[in-house]
């Protein structure tokens, strides 16, 4: 169920994006990403593990980096970086342990971020020029 949940909400979230023109700035999708990617330290952080929080922020400080250099350079490495946050998100509890998780999160984020990222890469194929440098 939960992956339905994310499915639909990523689907809801680009579509109002694109409907009310936030898309059209090349900012949205790399902003998208900083905030998917910060949630692991809220988790971190209701979960009060220390150790947790300083993992889960050098994580979160690589999608950033990827972020600020997808928004800057190409497009297409916020679309690679959402898919990576996806799986990032299947395979969290093999690498990190966060008290704070919710057992249906990995699943719901996974899915949301891949929708995510295939609707940035479907925009960035029919806006030519939309996903090179600022």
Known sequence: MEYLIGAVLAA??????MLSGFDRDRVFYPTLLIVIATYYILFAAMGGSTTALTIESLAAGVFLTLAVVGFRKN???IVAALAGHGVFDFTHHLVIRNPGVPLW???F???FDVLAGGFLAVLLTRRPGF???I
Do not use: D, I, N, Q
Request: glycine letters at 6%; hydrophobic letters at 55%; one cysteine or more.
């Open 12 to 17: 809801l979230v680009c579509a109002f994006a």
């Open 105 to 107: 999160w990995p699943g």
């Open 131 to 133: 996903e090179r440098t």
């Open 109 to 111: 984020c996974l899915s």
């Open 75 to 77: 497009l297409w490495l």
